[in-house]
């Protein structure tokens, strides 16, 4: 049973639509720390020009540290934002500026230029600007000190500006992506849908293959397809053949019972009555071998095309049905096997192979063997060779493709369908063997099947 599952353009539309969400996500991540990082950039250059301003206006002069901080350096700083500063002396006192501020200074890298720091005051945080101006002082620290601080909401605010814009640009071009997406995926499938259409519109008696245009993802499918309905075709094929063949070759056996039937119910002496139910029992035999021949016949052709290969014992195989060949021999025939003391393997159907040797050794004590019939097995390295050797007339030469083919004329008045080699031939055709017929120099007849190994 066909379960439906979800659509295939939904399966791919929301696939699409899902790794565009993440490119999505992971562009807006990769946007996000770009504006904060140049937020950062920006605003730490202009904390650092403004602190700059004010050190230039810091000087020494009658033994102390003067600062005359211009306006323009506070100008510069967004509007926004609290900004805090002082102005330390080589001794740590504040000479201009907020005197409770009072960050720690970093004595040993002033020298380096202006430093930039993350901190807090009054529990607020800020980035500060430290950039020391050496003073003409003997002291440890040599340094008047310029600290300015700035509160984040600036930088918070530019960053989320760009980080909105860049929002609103790909929200956009990813909806107007995914009605792309879908409109492609829908073009993308449409050989599947003229597929569906063609299958659909075909006749239930036309078996011949897809002839399409399609991409060369889906061509194997059509392949596929194709091949499938070429094997439903030479099945449907190979049933009409078969029905055909036993309502042609079942017609006469059947007429002809139906009429001693008839001949029997009729009035007559009871020699007569003896004579028609010989008759009848006769054609009942008759009749019963063709129909199991038929049968075998239908089910070897089914094996051939259905059943995997496995590996397969072929010398038990012969023993076991030369034993039962034993077992309903009535008349005295030398039997004798020469085959390999290990087991001979190949790879076969075991019930098509086991038809095969039945009905070789069926015809070589029926219309074959006098007294001798040698069963003789031989192993290479190229194939397996299983020869049925008997002392009969054998057949003629000239017969040996024609009996190949079934429901070939019979000689010698012989009764059946002529369906034994034909079945035999294809069984070895299935295995990519060979069926072989040889007189060989004693005057024997040899059945020869050979086996690929």
């Known amino acids: 049973m066909i379960r439906i599952g979800p659509s295939l353009y939904t399966r791919l539309v929301v696939r699409v639509g899902l790794v565009l969400a993440i490119s999505a996500s992971a562009l807006l991540i990769a946007i996000w720390i770009s504006s904060q990082l140049a937020a950062d950039e920006a605003y730490d250059r202009i904390l650092t020009g403004s602190a700059l301003q004010i050190a230039e206006n810091t000087w020494y002069q009658n033994d102390a540290v003067n600062v005359d901080v211009p306006l323009a350096a506070f100008s510069m700083l967004t509007a926004g934002d609290q900004v805090f500063y002082t102005v330390l002396d080589p001794n740590g006192r504040s000479v201009a500026g907020d005197a409770d501020f009072k960050p720690d200074i970093p004595w040993d890298r002033l020298a380096e230029g202006p430093l930039l720091r993350d901190g807090h005051y009054q529990e607020i945080p800020v980035r500060m600007a430290i950039i020391g101006r050496r003073m003409p002082v003997a002291s440890p620290h040599p340094w008047a000190v310029i600290v300015l601080a700035q509160t984040g909401n600036g930088r918070l605010s530019f960053a989320k500006s760009l980080g909105t814009k860049a929002l609103l640009v790909i929200l956009v071009m990813g909806i107007l992506t995914v009605i792309a997406a879908m409109f492609t995926l829908y073009q993308a499938l449409s050989p599947l849908k003229r597929i569906e259409d063609a299958i659909r519109q075909r006749d239930l008696n036309d078996l011949s293959p897809l002839t399409l245009t399609v991409p060369s993802e889906i061509h194997a499918l059509v392949s596929a397809i194709n091949a499938f309905m070429q094997r439903l075709a030479t099945h449907r094929s190979l049933m009409r053949r078969v029905i055909g063949d036993a309502a042609h070759q079942l017609r006469t056996p059947v007429a002809a019972l139906m009429a001693q039937m008839e001949l029997l119910s009729a009035p007559g002496d009871e020699h007569a009555k003896a004579r028609h139910l010989e008759r009848l029992q006769d054609r009942t035999r008759q009749l019963g071998a063709l129909v199991n021949q038929l049968i075998n016949h239908a089910m070897v052709q089914h094996r051939a095309e259905s059943v995997s290969l496995e590996p397969v014992d072929l010398t038990a195989l012969v023993r076991q049905e030369m034993m039962a060949m034993l077992s309903h021999q009535e008349r005295r025939i030398a039997f004798d096997m020469d085959a390999p003391e290990q087991a001979c393997m190949v790879l076969a159907d075991a019930v098509s192979v086991r038809e095969a040797i039945?009905?070789?050794?069926?015809?070589?004590?029926?219309?074959?063997?006098?007294?001798?019939?040698?069963?003789?097995?031989?192993?290479?390295?190229?194939?397996?060779?299983?020869?049925?050797?008997?002392?009969?007339?054998?057949?003629?030469?000239?017969?040996?493709?024609?009996?190949?083919?079934?429901?070939?004329?019979?000689?010698?008045g012989r009764a059946g369908a002529s369906l034994g080699l034909s079945i035999v031939d294809q069984v070895m055709r299935a295995h990519d063997g060979e069926l072989l017929f040889a007189r060989l120099s004693d005057g024997s007849f040899c059945v020869g099947l050979r086996f690929r190994r």
């Open 358 to 412: 039945r009905n070789i050794l069926g015809n070589a004590l029926h219309y074959g063997a006098h007294s001798l019939l040698h069963v003789r097995l031989r192993l290479s390295e190229q194939a397996v060779a299983l020869d049925f050797i008997d002392d009969g007339p054998g057949i003629a030469e000239a017969d040996w493709e024609r009996l190949r083919k079934p429901f070939a004329a019979r000689s010698r």
